[in-house]
């Protein structure tokens, strides 16, 4: 795209930042409240054309994702926010109904879903908490929560590099600038996302008319001249931690937050699983890598396995039936192909699948340095079994990846029983912005009331990747609690679904859930259907039609 700079000051001349800065929060929850219509009008075509762009046709198994990534979280953010802003309105604090707990080091935890009956029928079983920083007290988190939407800060313009892979993500992070942060937003779509503009332009239209955001689209060279642009107060991308060095290196005079993904860790803890267990945790891992083709920051690429741990060769058998029977779909985003050469030069001895496009690699090396974005798992063996294992894992993951935007870990009830306040003491060690326990972290960042972005550093901010050691950015979104000062996003799910999970009615049997394989599994045979459904529930609360939902996800 040719710079066009007289076009650019155009629409930056067209934001109001004085006059967003002067809506209240219940005029803002209303305008939220407006924008939510919009979405469930263009929601139908906003799944479609991210379909479509990804190679995936209307019949395709995996076209859910598009509902999911995409309106679905649209959707549940604004009302999430809305609610937030409506009690902000009536003077109180997002905090005061939200239920506090207690984590390793004296940590103050904010359980932040389910906060309605419709998440924990929904996503039943799946649990978010936000862990503070250290020292922070549930009365200072009370007082301090609702950022600029309760207590006002200067009125400016936020710049939004949008990322290319999941098309929630430019959106989602617009609310952030002119929720969270009382700026107005204009945001910058990755050429990647361009077939959405038109979406995104409707969707958007309300906050578009009270002059709080506009949309450009652009290559680098426009973003360059953004980033530079004497009009903007803020920029924030999601995005590589090259195109953060590059915009950091080139003088940027004005505050920078950033998403910029990582190598995400695996940590399979030893116990004594049946056939069922490894054959449902096996899917779990090769939905972590294989969503969105592996095209996210945060899907799963080393899996730390136990070498002592007796069914170690049965899961690896599992997990290879799993990446293979997934359903084959295009390797999609830009500059894939040249990683998965470089990942073939690398590991010689790689099992590859589906035709050269998934590729599983045994020891360390590159996959634990290099974010391949692409259909590439490392399995890496360490000593030990209990918490010997955990142990280790969680300094392997620390120590030896790079990164520290989400972890994940299975652990079977049984064995997590057994090591007690041992297992919460390691994860308080793990040096990540979210945890996923019997989760993937993905689930924190569909979660709106969670918060999404790097593990801050020692002096409470999040690292500026400036320094080579592949930070994963700086600050966080979503958060729609409209939190402070934390340190870390914990979620929690069943490790065994429906019906298995009923033996988790037994207290210390684990969490029970109602659901069966969850849609998002990359082999669940009716996730398109559900995750569709479940938008569409999302939109109209039509009961009879989500009974339909239900029925069909367990056809999974």
């Not at 007289?6 to 803002?28: G, I, M, N, Y």
């Not at 075509?45 to 209307?58: F, I, S």
């Not at 309106?71 to 902000?88: C, K, M, N, Q, R």
């Not at 996210?296 to 070498?307: E, P, Y």
Request: aromatic share 8%; with cysteine.
């Amino acid at each position: 795209m040719t710079l066009d700079a007289a076009t650019l000051d155009d629409e930056l001349a067209k934001l109001r930042p004085d006059a967003w800065a002067a809506r209240d929060a219940a005029s803002r929850a209303s305008l939220l409240r407006t924008v939510r219509a919009a979405v469930a009008v263009v929601a139908d075509e906003w799944a479609t054309v991210a379909a479509a762009r990804k190679g995936l046709g209307p019949r395709h198994p995996l076209r859910g994702e598009e509902w999911l990534a995409g309106p679905y979280a649209a959707l549940v953010a604004l009302d999430a926010y809305a609610h937030s802003l409506d009690t902000i309105a009536r003077g109180e604090s997002p905090l005061r109904d939200i239920r506090f707990g207690t984590a390793p080091g004296g940590r103050a935890v904010a359980h932040t879903s389910p906060l309605s009956a419709i998440d924990a029928l929904l996503l039943s079983g799946y649990t978010t908490e936000v862990w503070l920083q250290p020292g922070v007290t549930p009365d200072q988190a009370t007082d301090a929560a609702g950022l600029a939407s309760r207590h006002g800060a200067p009125a400016g313009i936020g710049l939004v590099l949008g990322a290319g892979n999941v098309t929630a993500i430019p959106f989602l992070d617009v609310l952030y600038e002119v929720v969270a942060c009382g700026r107005v937003a204009l945001l910058k779509v990755n050429p990647t996302q361009d077939a959405l503009v038109p979406v995104y332009e409707r969707a958007l239209a309300p906050l578009v008319t009270a002059g709080a955001v506009r949309i450009v689209r652009g290559d680098g060279e426009v973003g360059a001249y953004l980033t530079r642009h004497p009009s903007i107060d803020h920029v924030h991308v999601t995005g590589s931690i090259a195109t953060f060095r590059a915009i950091v290196g080139a003088g940027l005079d004005v505050p920078i937050t950033a998403e910029l993904g990582g190598v995400s860790p695996i940590i399979v803890v030893p116990g004594r699983w049946s056939a069922a267990d490894l054959r449902y945790q096996a899917e779990h891992v090769a939905t972590m890598r294989l969503h969105n083709s592996g095209h996210n920051c945060i899907a799963g690429q080393v899996v730390l396995l136990s070498r002592d741990w007796p069914q170690r060769e049965a899961f690896e058998r599992e997990l290879r039936a799993a990446i293979g029977r997934t359903p084959a779909r295009p390797v999609w985003y830009p500059g894939s192909a040249d990683r998965l050469a470089a990942a073939r030069d690398a590991y010689p001895d790689a099992a590859w699948s589906t035709d050269g496009t998934r590729a599983i690699v045994r020891g360390g090396g590159p996959v634990e340095s290099t974010e391949y974005f692409a259909p590439v798992l490392g399995v890496v063996d360490l000593p030990g079994t209990g918490q010997d294992f955990v142990d280790a894992a969680v300094t392997h993951a620390n120590e030896h990846l790079s990164g520290t935007l989400g972890a994940n870990v299975l652990i079977d009830p049984a064995t997590q029983r057994a090591l007690g306040a041992g297992f919460e003491e390691a994860l308080a060690r793990l040096e990540y912005g979210t945890i996923a326990v019997n989760a993937w972290t993905a689930f924190g960042f569909l979660t709106p009331t969670a918060t999404w972005g790097a593990f801050p550093d020692g002096d409470g901010s999040s690292g500026d990747g400036s320094s080579g050691d592949g930070s994963s950015g700086v600050g966080v979104v979503h958060n729609a609690l409209l939190l402070d000062n934390v340190e870390r996003t914990v979620v929690r799910g069943p490790f065994r679904p429906f019906p298995r999970s009923l033996g988790a009615a037994v207290p210390g049997r684990g969490r029970f859930s109602v659901l069966p394989k969850p849609p998002w599994f990359v082999t669940s045979r009716t996730g398109a259907a559900v995750s569709e459904g479940f938008t569409r529930f999302r939109i109209d609360r039509h009961w009879g039609r989500l009974a339909v939902t239900l029925v069909r996800a367990f056809g999974a």
